[in-house]
């Protein structure tokens, strides 16, 4: 059933919990996006830390629940807090599959988790909830350029693009929710910002780290040049990810910024027709 946020603005989605049941198994192929190992190691280094971060983007929100007098927002961090615990499950089940194929999903998870905790108990809850503000920026941005890409989707094996095309429509319905929290309940712009600045440079870096160590870990017979520069395309080319993706990063710093700022329900009622079967 759908949860609208009536807080919502303009252009903002309607907020609804699906649950899937994905399942990944012998008939998911290893190498699930294009046949290629360095796409898919590069989604699969996005992929393994969703756990343990969805549960501290949930735990970073709720703390403030008890500030939020909206009815529309507190129904909206509810739907946000059944999307992301959603998402969880279904990663947790991806992860598995990754470990099966002889990845170190469940170490790096394992790593994540640690930094988290250190990081969580270490910070003020204001700069929690500003740092689940940006990174949900991050996935929403990062969500909208693979929805307005669906023939590089097709690519996919099916039950993986479900995974992803599911969970990138849930962070675009879900992206003002952090980011109205904090404005009702922290407000301060500065650290915003700044908090943006430390999440972009650690979101970059171990991302980098983690898909070079599973592209050093994948089959070297699937490896080559040929590969390697349709990786390269489809992130550095036209239009490829970073062409869609630099502005509306760079918007965050401008001010007055919103999430819903960006009209893209074209984009995402497009995704939903296509692979969850809900009409526009
Ligand atoms: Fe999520
Ligand atoms: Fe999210």
Known sequence: MPITATAARRNDHDITVRRMDLTFDESTPTYWFDDNPYLTSILNALAIPFPPGERDFIRSVRHFLPQVEDTGLRAAVRAFIGQEANHTKEHIAFNQFLEDRGFPARAMEDFVTQRLE?????????????????????????????????????????????????????????????????????????????????????FLLMNSLRARELIKRSDPAKRGLRPALRAANVLFGKPGVFRKVLPLYVSYYRRGFHPSDHDNREVVERAKARYLSEAA
């Open 118 to 202: 250190t990081m969580h108990a270490r910070s003020t809850p204001a700069e929690n909830l500003a740092r689940t503000a940006a990174l949900e920026h991050f996935t929403a941005i990062l969500a909208h350029s693979l929805l307005d890409s669906l023939p590089l989707v097709e690519t996919m094996s099916p039950e993986a693009a479900r995974l992803w095309v599911w969970h990138a429509i849930e962070e675009i319905e879900h992206r003002s929710v952090a980011f109205d929290v904090y404005e009702t309940a922290v407000g301060d712009e500065k650290l915003r910002l700044r908090v943006m600045v430390q999440a972009t440079f650690f």
